[in-house]
Each structure stands twice: as C-alpha cells, then as structure tokens.
C-alpha cells in the first residue's frame, strides 16, 4: 500500500516570505506538528544536495529520518527524498504566488511505501497521513499570518 497525498493552504503573506520561512529547517519544529529537531547534516545554506535530520514523532512512535535536497528554486519548489526513514518517501512543497503578489498558495504533497510498523495502518495511513500534513500547513498559515 502507498501514499500519494497533496495538502494546500493559502497564506496571506507575499511568495518570498513564505518561502524563505518554510525552506530554514530550523523552523520546522515550531510548524510541523510531528517534527522536536531538525538540524541540517550537512553546511548551510540549503541547497540541491543538502541533507536535513529530523527526530519526530507519528502514530505513538519516534521516527528519526533524513531528506536529501533533490530540487530547490525558492520561486517555486522544494523537493525532497529520504535517504534514512522508516517510512521512505518524497516530499514535495510547492509554491504559487496568489491575490497580486500579497497570498502563496503552498502545496504539500506526500509520496511513499510505508513499511514495517506503519504499514500495518494499510489503507488508513493515506487518510492519516493527508490529516497530518493539512494541520501542518494550517499551523504554518496561522503562524504567519500572525
């Protein structure tokens, strides 16, 4: 059983804000509901190739992962692969520009095969998953939007 789901969001904040905001992994923690720490495994600035470690937590179970930087144009998207997980995936943040310049529309969306633990959810993971990523980007409007 994979995962393939898509969130999205509209914030009321120009493209460049919230971009530069979401690709610091620095700020993961204060958005992403599962994520405690991130930190970036390898020099900083984030870039195609960058690799970024997070301890976080899904489903009762403490998950420690790295995403490896597959594609970066802060215009536009931000992709990522697991090179270390329990739960391989692909991680896609995209973004639109919205309302003259002044909203982004951001996109989630989240690509995988579950696999020992997690895939004993089978057909409620997706489901699961998409509620987890839409409160993110729903935390990440509310934040910024403040």
Request: hydrophobic share 40%.
């Amino acid at each position: 059983m994979s995962v393939d789901i898509t969130a999205e969001v509209a914030i009321r904040r120009p493209l460049e804000h919230v971009t530069a905001y979401m690709i610091d992994p620095a700020h993961d923690p204060q958005w992403i509901g599962g994520v405690r720490e991130a930190r970036m495994e390898t020099s900083p600035p984030l870039a195609v190739g960058s690799r970024v470690a997070r301890i976080a937590s899904f489903l009762g179970r403490r998950v420690e992962y790295v995403n490896e930087v597959t594609e970066l144009d802060p215009e536009r998207v931000l992709d990522m692969r697991s090179v270390k997980a329990p739960f391989p995936m692909r991680v896609t943040y995209s973004f639109e520009p919205a309302d003259g310049g002044a909203a982004t529309i951001v996109r989630d969306r989240v690509r995988g095969a579950p696999g020992g633990f997690f895939k004993l959810f089978g057909p409620v993971l997706g489901p699961l998953v998409k509620r987890s990523v839409q409160q993110d980007l729903e935390r990440l409007r509310d934040l910024l939007e403040r």
